[in-house]
């Protein structure tokens, strides 16, 4: 989940703070120091995670685009200049361009914006774009929500008792619900110094930067690993009483399966598995310098090196092409496979599913799942032509009946074809013709698509007016009757709209 930090470098965060012992020092520089902690935070916790830095005051700029090269972000905080006034609208119109051009709209992003909680002043001020959102335009619309899911975190440079002096809270907390809720604002408690900095910064990182770590168990064997990132407790809809559930610090392989068996499964979240204290020879061979599998360790490599079940499993995955099912909690499962990021590096991920005993129906109950050893026979068969899946329901499904659906727009335009078709070869085709036509006809009334009817009453009169003269007389007659009936179903009268009416066709002296 990358990150963009939002630094406020208008004059007000240049405001003088006096400590103890007599040194002054400017917001700036607390601010500074608090992201600097962040920083080294992350890098030692979070090494992959992208991050970003923006400078805003009337206007924005990227200082150091998404980058893994704390250092970077480190020596950019140090060279910052003072502008003019804070203008935080303009601001969250960069991030959005930035976060858009480097992950698109669907990569969730966490926005860390540090200000000193001044507003600014006249146009451009966060009161003024507040107080204007339902007077805009649509091509001057306020840049929250984002296009992507959002966590913003707003960490002020002032205590809360200042922030309430004036509308500041106020505002701030509006920003937030704006931007859709799922974030914080982070004060400094006390007065504004160094300590007190340390302290806000260090919520942050406990709320939203603690890293996950977990044990992995499979049989006798284990790993410690992080899990990157950490993963949100989820709460279900359909729950009568819904509370968060949290993934267990203890995954519990179960089993082992093919990935051409589990397919393109539903998922929740997707995240990286990391081993935990590998020896660094081991490390170079198996996870690389950002934890990653470049090369499969050999019994030579790993021989005199302490050995990690973590990387023993990815390479294993990776060579034998299955995905190994991990037991999160009660009836909470996901998977661990590796996905490749280039031809020469991959990784381990973990996807979540959905809770439940049964999250991909295809499979069954992961708990009836077994090893082959105790069926009666190979279910994949001697020479491996077979697969024991999807599972076949036991009772067949009302929506598997021979329905009428129309996801695209070609699937409607083959049904009407259909008809059409047929209406050429009447009299030959009577039977077919209408047959065709009640479908369509009771699809259209289940869905309300009256214009449909009319449409297709207009395409017969057509058909009926273009007829050769070689036609069958009884063609024209047919024609006529069909458009007429679709023309009275489609005023919704039910007289003539009656779902389960069927248009028969017409009886005249040349059908008999």
């Known amino acids: 989940m990358p990150t963009v930090i939002l630094m406020d470098v208008s004059l007000s965060m240049t405001r003088p703070v006096s400590l103890d ?11 500074v120091h608090g992201l ?29 685009p998404f980058t893994r090269d704390y250092n970077a972000l480190q020596e950019a905080l140090g060279n910052l200049e003072d502008y003019d006034k804070t203008c935080v609208e303009s601001a969250l119109n960069g991030v959005s361009s930035v ?26 001020s966060l009161r003024q774009s507040l107080q204007s959102l339902k007077h805009r335009a649509d091509d001057k619309k306020f840049p929250l929500p984002f296009p992507f899911p959002t966590k913003m975190f707003i960490m002020s440079i002032a205590n809360a008792e200042e922030l309430q002096t004036t509308d500041a809270m106020n505002n701030l907390e509006e920003l937030l619900h704006l931007s859709g809720g799922d974030g914080q604002i982070f004060t400094m408690e006390g007065p504004l110094c160094m300590k007190s900095v340390q302290a806000m910064f260090g919520r942050l990182i ?10 992995l168990h499979c049989g006798n064997l284990s790993s410690d690993v992080q899990v990157f990132p950490r993963p949100e407790p989820i709460v279900m809809d359909e729950e009568v009483d819904p509370m968060p559930r949290s993934i267990n610090p203890d995954l519990e392989l179960v089993g082992f399966i093919e990935i051409a068996d589990i397919s393109s499964p539903p998922v929740i979240s997707r995240h990286l598995v990391l081993p935990i204290n590998v020896n660094k020879e081991v490390d170079e061979v198996g996870t690389g310098a950002t934890d990653e599998l470049e090369e499969e360790p050999s019994a030579s490599q790993m021989a005199g090196k302490n050995p990690n079940f973590c990387v023993l499993l990815h390479g294993s995955l990776k060579v034998e092409g299955m995905v190994a099912l991990v037991q999160l909690g009660p009836e909470w499962y996901g998977m661990l496979y590796s996905q490749a990021d280039s031809k020469k590096k991959s990784n381990l991920m973990m996807s979540l599913f959905e809770p439940g005993s049964e999250p991909l129906p295809w499979l069954g109950k992961i708990t009836h799942l077994g090893p082959i050893s105790e069926a009666a026979e190979n279910p994949y068969g001697e020479d491996d032509s077979k697969s024991p899946f999807p599972l076949q329901p036991s009772v067949k499904r009302s929506y598997a009946q021979n329905v ?9 335009q083959t049904d009407v074809q259909k008809i059409l078709r047929n209406a050429r070869k009447l009299p030959d085709k009577t039977q077919t013709f209408y047959k065709e036509l009640n479908r369509l006809r009771k699809a259209a009334l289940a869905f309300g698509f009256w214009e449909l009817l009319k449409g297709v009453a207009d395409l017969l009169e057509r058909e009926c007016t273009l007829l050769p003269d070689s036609a069958h007389p009884d063609a024209a007659f ?23 009416h069927n248009i028969a066709p017409m009886h005249t002296d040349f059908s008999s």
């Open 404 to 412: 009428t659906v129309w996801i695209k727009a070609s699937g409607l």
């Open 36 to 64: 600097n902690m962040l920083f080294e935070h992350m890098a030692s916790n979070y090494r992959l995670e992208f991050t970003s830095l923006m400078a805003f005051s009337s206007l924005w700029e990227l200082l150091v």
């Open 206 to 215: 406990d709320h939203a930067y603690s890293p996950f770590h977990a044990v």
């Open 478 to 500: 047919q024609l006529s009757h069909a458009a007429q009936q679709l023309k009275l179903a489609s005023t919704g009268d039910s007289q003539y709209a009656a779902f389960d």
């Open 21 to 31: 012992g007599g040194d002054e020092f400017q917001r700036k520089n607390l601010a």
């Open 99 to 124: 976060v858009q051009q480097e992950w698109g709209s669907a990569c969730p992003c966490q926005v860390v914006l540090v200000t000193d909680g001044s507003l600014g002043i006249g146009k451009g």
